[in-house]
């Protein structure tokens, strides 16, 4: 079955740090980017960071570029959000797609795979 599962989110304070990871299966990262979006209530989706399949090139949206890291591990098919200083604006839920759709990148695979989402929310 083709398809992505996130988790890894949670609560917590401000200033504190989630990892979250995106379980890929039916299909390899060796052969498709994989982007991490959120989408905050009443908001549209933002695209948050990205990274390609080839050379593991990584991008960032501005409101997260050195707060946030993605990476990822091709032997278990899983790429992670590794997310550090969170701010109350940082509350979403967080999914990943086989797409990018940053200023720097943009990217759509001809597989269009995306998860559910893993809930963060940042909060005192």
């Known amino acids: 079955q083709v398809q992505v599962v996130e988790s890894g989110g949670g609560l917590v304070q401000p200033g504190g740090s989630l990892r979250l990871s995106c379980v890929a299966s039916?299909?390899?990262?060796?052969?498709?980017?994989i982007g991490w979006f959120r989408q905050a209530p009443g908001k549209e989706r933002e695209a948050v960071s990205c990274?390609?399949?080839?050379?593991?090139?990584?991008y960032y949206a501005y409101s997260v570029k050195g707060r946030f890291t993605i990476s990822k591990d091709n032997d278990k098919n899983t790429v992670y959000l590794q997310m550090n200083s969170l701010k109350p604006e940082d509350t979403a839920n967080y999914y990943c797609?086989?797409?990018?759709?940053?200023?720097?990148?943009?990217?759509?695979?001809?597989?269009?795979?995306r998860g559910q989402g893993t809930l963060v929310t940042v909060s005192s």
């Open positions: 990274i390609s399949s080839s050379d593991g090139s990584t």
């Open positions: 039916g299909f390899s990262l060796d052969n498709y980017a």
């Open positions: 797609a086989t797409e990018c759709r940053l200023s720097s990148w943009t990217y759509v695979a001809d597989l269009e795979v």
